[in-house]
């Protein structure tokens, strides 16, 4: 019984689309019966205008020829004559095999009884008495005068049997006709029900196995229209939950892996001290004033990439030339650069304007240069370019060897994610500065990648949308 609840989307399909094709097919019933049924009295009804024109013009002969009714009056079989030729019958047909005047009872019954002959003042001289009331007028005219009238009973009020047997046979005809195609609309209902509740029971048993937290379901379901289709978006929502899953997992492994490292070179320095090993001094002490900033600088690098993710990353944005704000942060590294063994190569175009959070954008260069500053071997060379192009500034920095593989480069804005080999963790790194200038470009609508570089190295490019109008400073 529970196949039959209402509650079911089968039975709901099933119940519309067949209640909506039932109306249909009775509605059609009915306004088909009542057209055919209009129609072919509508038809009845000029077909005895037209053979009673005949008649009239026939009786205004006759009344002109004989000056009066007395002929026709008087006379019932020329009546009935005069009846069967107005119904379009030759004389051949109307005689008898012997010669005889045709009797009423000859003449078809579907106009003769219901016809009378009236003078002008409407007394009638033949016909019917007990019809009179109900008869219509067309009125003989000789002369532009009125002599009398034709008056006849229309066919719906004295239908003949003949007819309404033909009315009745084909309303059961429309009858079969309607319940054939109810029928045939009822298999219609429940083929499409099922058809459509097969396909969108299994998008419910895919979507509920997600909701299980088991992302290697796979949909087939074949076709390409809107179910389909979803059932495509469910299998990509699979996938990336999936994705999303295994990334959860390696992002807080990375996480304990990073925090354990700091944590284990404090704990082994204090243990050291703790136990006599090594002296209280300022190199102990500078020791671990290091590893606590290096920790204190993980933590807060993991803290601006949530309120990244959050949306949370505060930024108080400004129109600043982005090549004053490299050669600002480059004028506190020169020291850094040189003892590191390397070169700046720097060109700047003045007035590049953006609007932006001059912090940030400082915080990204910084980043820029620390992993250049760690992954660069000695002497090495840094190049950097800023210029306006069209409607955005584009800032490109490079350094020189070691590279990274091509299939490598898409994935140096990963969090925590380093290349093992030439650029390793021996630099010191978390792996998680590119991260934090790939978030912090792309909340000031721009966008960070990472190429290959001419030089040897690395090539990231960031582009900003431009000022529309160059301001100037200073």
């Given at each position: 019984?529970?196949?039959?609840?209402?509650?079911?989307?089968?039975?709901?399909?099933?119940?519309?689309?067949?209640?909506?094709?039932?109306?249909?097919?009775?509605?059609?019933?009915?306004?088909?019966?009542?057209?055919?049924?209009?129609?072919?009295?509508?038809?009845?009804?000029?077909?005895?205008?037209?053979?009673?024109?005949?008649?009239?013009?026939?009786?205004?002969?006759?009344?002109?020829?004989?000056?009066?009714?007395?002929?026709?009056?008087?006379?019932?079989?020329?009546?009935?004559?005069?009846?069967?030729?107005?119904?379009?019958?030759?004389?051949?047909?109307?005689?008898?095999?012997?010669?005889?005047?045709?009797?009423?009872?000859?003449?078809?019954?579907?106009?003769?009884?219901?016809?009378?002959?009236?003078?002008?003042?409407?007394?009638?001289?033949?016909?019917?008495?007990?019809?009179?009331?109900?008869?219509?007028?067309?009125?003989?005219?000789?002369?532009?005068?009125?002599?009398?009238?034709?008056?006849?009973?229309?066919?719906?009020?004295?239908?003949?049997?003949?007819?309404?047997?033909?009315?009745?046979?084909?309303?059961?005809?429309?009858?079969?006709?309607?319940?054939?195609?109810?029928?045939?609309?009822?298999?219609?209902?429940?083929?499409?029900?099922?058809?459509?509740?097969?396909?969108?029971?299994?998008?419910?048993?895919?979507?509920?196995?997600?909701?299980?937290?088991?992302?290697?379901?796979?949909?087939?379901?074949?076709?390409?229209?809107?179910?389909?289709?979803?059932?495509?978006?469910?299998?990509?929502?699979?996938?990336?939950?999936?994705?999303?899953r295994r990334s959860r997992r390696q992002w807080i492994a990375d996480i304990a892996h990073e925090l354990r490292?700091?944590?284990?070179?404090?704990?082994?320095?204090?243990?050291?001290?703790?136990?006599?090993?090594?002296?209280?001094?300022?190199?102990?002490?500078?020791?671990?004033?290091?590893?606590?900033?290096?920790?204190?600088?993980?933590?807060?690098?993991?803290?601006?990439?949530?309120?990244?993710?959050?949306?949370?990353?505060?930024?108080?944005?400004?129109?600043?030339?982005?090549?004053?704000?490299?050669?600002?942060?480059?004028?506190?590294?020169?020291?850094?650069?040189?003892?590191?063994?390397?070169?700046?190569?720097?060109?700047?175009?003045?007035?590049?304007?953006?609007?932006?959070?001059?912090?940030?954008?400082?915080?990204?260069?910084?980043?820029?240069?620390?992993?250049?500053?760690?992954?660069?071997?000695?002497?090495?060379?840094?190049?950097?370019?800023?210029?306006?192009?069209?409607?955005?500034?584009?800032?490109?920095?490079?350094?020189?060897?070691?590279?990274?593989?091509?299939?490598?480069?898409?994935?140096?804005?990963?969090?925590?994610?380093?290349?093992?080999?030439?650029?390793?963790?021996?630099?010191?790194?978390?792996?998680?500065?590119?991260?934090?200038?790939?978030?912090?470009?792309?909340?000031?609508?721009?966008?960070?990648?990472?190429?290959?570089?001419?030089?040897?190295?690395?090539?990231?490019?960031?582009?900003?949308?431009?000022?529309?109008?160059?301001?100037?400073?200073?």
């Amino acid at each position: 019984m529970e196949n039959l609840r209402f509650d079911k989307l089968h039975v709901k399909l099933f119940a519309a689309i067949a209640g909506a094709i039932a109306v249909l097919m009775v509605a059609a019933y009915f306004i088909f019966t009542a057209s055919f049924e209009y129609g072919f009295l509508q038809y009845l009804k000029r077909a005895d205008e037209v053979r009673l024109e005949r008649m009239v013009q026939q009786l205004a002969d006759g009344y002109r020829r004989e000056r009066g009714w007395a002929w026709i009056a008087n006379d019932r079989d020329r009546w009935v004559e005069l009846s069967r030729e107005a119904l379009g019958l030759t004389r051949g047909q109307s005689e008898a095999a012997d010669g005889a005047r045709p009797s009423r009872r000859d003449t078809p019954l579907t106009i003769d009884p219901r016809l009378m002959l009236f003078d002008a003042e409407r007394r009638q001289l033949v016909g019917r008495t007990e019809l009179a009331r109900t008869a219509q007028y067309m009125p003989v005219v000789v002369s532009a005068q009125t002599v009398g009238y034709v008056g006849y009973v229309p066919r719906p009020e004295v239908i003949a049997s003949i007819e309404r047997v033909y009315v009745q046979r084909q309303r059961i005809a429309f009858g079969v006709i309607a319940i054939g195609m109810l029928l045939a609309s009822l298999l219609l209902a429940a083929g499409l029900a099922y058809w459509l509740t097969r396909r969108i029971r299994a998008i419910e048993q895919g979507t509920r196995a997600l909701i299980r937290g088991d992302y290697e379901t796979t949909l087939e379901v074949p076709g390409n229209d809107e179910l389909a289709r979803l059932a495509l978006d469910v299998n990509t929502l699979a996938r990336t939950l999936d994705a999303a899953r295994r990334s959860r997992r390696q992002w807080i492994a990375d996480i304990a892996h990073e925090l354990r490292t700091p944590l284990s070179v404090l704990r082994a320095e204090i243990e050291s001290l703790e136990d006599g090993v090594r002296p209280l001094d300022q190199s102990a002490v500078k020791s671990l004033a290091f590893e606590a900033q290096r920790l204190a600088r993980l933590v807060e690098d993991l803290h601006t990439l949530s309120l990244s993710d959050l949306g949370a990353l505060s930024y108080r944005k400004e129109p600043v030339d982005l090549s004053e704000v490299v050669s600002d942060m480059l004028e506190g590294q020169r020291r850094v650069v040189r003892d590191r063994g390397l070169e700046v190569d720097i060109q700047l175009e003045p007035g590049a304007m953006v609007l932006a959070d001059e912090a940030r954008l400082a915080q990204v260069f910084a980043n820029l240069l620390q992993n250049s500053l760690r992954y660069t071997d000695a002497p090495g060379r840094i190049v950097i370019r800023v210029r306006r192009v069209g409607d955005s500034v584009i800032a490109g920095w490079e350094d020189t060897a070691p590279g990274v593989p091509d299939s490598e480069l898409t994935r140096l804005t990963d969090r925590l994610y380093r290349v093992e080999g030439s650029r390793s963790r021996d630099g010191g790194g978390s792996g998680l500065g590119l991260a934090i200038a790939h978030a912090i470009v792309e909340g000031h609508d721009g966008t960070l990648t990472a190429h290959a570089s001419t030089l040897g190295g690395v090539h990231i490019e960031i582009i900003l949308p431009a000022l529309k109008e160059r301001l100037n400073h200073g």
